[in-house]
């Protein structure tokens, strides 16, 4: 049963800390989201990529996220410095692209910054 | 105004009735439209796609209503196990796979 998989589950660091989330898309898929989601905000997409590049970063604060994917099976978001409001829950999703809607998410990284 | 709105609810229910949830989109070039449902503190998960004419997947009958730019959802004969929060799900023309999520309807169905 394939499945999309992030580490850590959950994280918590001090405000200024460097977080790196990691996730490996389920194989074969060539589209991977970052989302973060908040009781606030719900669901937000932060960066996704298409067979490893990035197609839009525009909801990623650039000043201290960032996104890349340094292979198929790796897609790793990095905060520096993290701050308290950067608390949330951190989701990666792989999809086969396309006009498909289906795309299947991790368990999520639980983020909290004191 | 949000691209994607819905009611937050929560809706409680009891076990067998009859439920229905909207969601509104604002972006007239929305082109595909999804619901996902999302357990408590569990990923989301594709739930159904929304196709002009309708469609149904046994209990669950969704719509869309291009004019009025609304989906809807129905759960007929509730039951505990479909308490979740869905949430309705649009893309764009012209944003190959990018999708935008409400922020989710809380169903509680309960005996």
């Known amino acids: 049963d394939a499945r999309v998989t992030q580490t850590p589950r959950d994280k918590v660091t001090e405000m200024g800390q460097e977080v790196t989330m990691r996730c490996q898309p389920i194989?074969?898929?060539?589209?991977v989201f970052w989302y973060r989601q908040t009781m606030m905000q719900g669901l937000e997409l932060l960066a996704y990529f298409r067979n490893r590049a990035p197609l839009d970063d525009s909801g990623m604060p650039k000043d201290r996220f960032s996104a890349e994917m340094p292979d198929a099976t790796l897609a790793t978001l990095k905060i520096q410095p993290s701050e308290p409001r950067d608390s949330a829950v951190y989701f990666c999703?792989?999809?086969?692209?396309?006009?498909?809607?289906?795309?299947?998410f991790g368990p999520g990284t639980r983020l909290t910054v004191t | 105004r949000k691209e994607v709105e819905q009611d937050p609810g929560p809706f409680n229910v009891p076990e067998g009735a009859t439920v229905a949830f909207n969601c509104t989109y604002s972006?007239?070039?929305?082109?595909?439209f999804f619901w996902y449902r999302q357990d408590c503190r569990k990923e989301p998960k594709l739930l159904m796609s929304?196709?002009?004419s309708g469609n149904e997947d046994g209990r669950f009958t969704a719509q869309l209503n291009r004019a009025s730019q609304y989906i809807s959802l129905l759960i007929r004969d509730s039951k505990l196990s479909d308490s979740a929060t869905y949430l309705c799900v649009v893309r764009a023309t012209g944003t190959a796979s990018k999708l935008t999520f409400g922020t989710g309807t809380r169903l509680q169905v309960t005996l």
């Open positions: 999703a792989s999809g086969l692209g396309g006009l498909s809607g289906e795309q299947y």
């Open positions: 194989l074969g898929h060539n589209t």
């Open positions: 972006n007239s070039a929305s082109q595909s």
């Open positions: 929304v196709y002009s």
